[in-house]
């Protein structure tokens, strides 16, 4: 494993939600003890429900959302104790991020050449001949034509405008790139362009990519590692094929069997029971409302992280497969 660019350490991310009035307020758990980490080169894959805290953990990744408690690293220090100067120049330049919809994330009354250049203006990267120059590089980075640096971003195609997205954050050569669902406002064959792409960067550049989505076989397809989140938590993370061929939660094995496989004949595990509220979250193991093997032991307290490995081996892999069950699931066979 590389050295991580940024990584959580036990990090909780608790928002105040106004409701049933002026004076009652909530606290909504967005995220909760989340220990992630990511380094050059490597591809995160992120999944989960919607509301499991998935884009969160991309917000707080990116330096968006700072965390109520624990800690962001970035590059071993403490991101948020550093000075705000040096947070916008080092950390602001290294870690970059591609939004969901780019209809909604590039303006649309900017030619894409001045939204390719603004990074490079704002953080001041060499003179005006070489920023120009720079556009055009990104531009044939991404597999755009020139002339596209003239035109507004929506008389572009969908694929085309995700393709800037991408060229946008990677104007100021970051380590790490977060996606945050890049893919899912395109068509089938625009999303296999854009994802090959990606794929291409990271063999190119050595980027490092955190890819957040719905999509189990695509994050299968992309990723060297896999965390799987559930109302904030993250509840499985490992080396792909261990998270997809020797499934140790529940809930990972419940999200993996709803997904079509041709290559293995899983049985669909359908789950019942409520849904529970990051608000008003279940005490013990959030999963314990809809798991089949819950028990009185679930409710207590939310189980501590198990791992297959060593300690002298985790080290070398990164970490390992960890889990948070105390009734884990038998690896048997590959679910996907």
């Known amino acids: ?9 036990h990090v909780h991310v608790v928002h105040t939600a106004r409701s049933g009035g002026l004076i009652r ?7 909760t003890d989340a220990t992630v980490s990511v380094g050059r080169g490597e591809i995160l894959g992120v999944v989960g429900e919607s509301g499991c805290g998935k884009s969160t953990l991309a ?15 970035f ?23 591609v939004f969901q919809d780019a209809s909604t994330a590039l303006n649309p009354r900017l030619p894409v050449r001045r939204i390719l250049r ?35 971003p929506g ?5 085309q405008r995700q393709r800037v997205a991408v060229a946008r954050a990677l104007a100021l050569q970051p380590d790490v790139i977060v996606a ?46 896999i965390a799987v989140m559930y109302l904030g938590r993250v509840v499985e993370e490992g080396p792909a094929d261990d998270v997809t061929g020797r499934t140790r939660h529940p809930y990972t094995r419940a999200l993996f069997s709803a997904t079509p496989s041709l290559l293995d004949d899983a049985d669909r595990i359908v789950l019942t029971g409520p849904v529970p509220s990051a608000t008003h979250p279940p005490s013990g193991c959030p999963f314990r409302t809809r798991c089949w093997k819950a028990d009185e ?40």
């Open 118 to 152: 603004d990074p490079l203006d704002v953080h001041r990267r060499g003179t005006s001949r070489e920023r120009d120059a720079r556009v055009r590089d990104l531009l044939d980075l991404v597999g755009l034509p020139g002339h596209v640096a003239d035109a507004l």
């Open 180 to 225: 945050d669902e890049p893919t899912s406002a395109l068509d089938v064959s625009v999303r296999a362009q854009v994802l090959n792409l990606l794929l291409d960067l990271r063999t190119e550049l050595g980027l490092g990519l955190v890819f957040i989505s719905h999509d189990i076989q695509t994050v299968r397809y992309l990723a060297d590692r």
């Open 75 to 97: 590059r071993g220090e403490d991101l948020w104790s550093l000075p705000p100067r040096r947070r916008r120049a080092d950390f602001g330049a290294a870690v970059a991020m």
């Open 25 to 31: 307020r909530d606290q909504v758990y967005a995220l």
């Open 59 to 73: 917000k707080v990744l990116v330096g968006l959302q700072p965390p109520t408690s624990g800690t962001v690293r």
């Open 1 to 9: 494993m590389t050295e991580p660019v940024v990584s959580l350490d």
């Open 155 to 159: 008389a572009l195609s969908g694929g």
């Open 297 to 336: 032991e679930c409710a207590q307290h939310f189980p501590p992280v198990t791992r297959d490995l060593p300690p002298v081996t985790r080290a070398e892999a990164g970490g390992g497969h960890a889990w948070h069950c105390i009734h884990p699931e038998t690896p048997v066979r590959s679910l996907l």
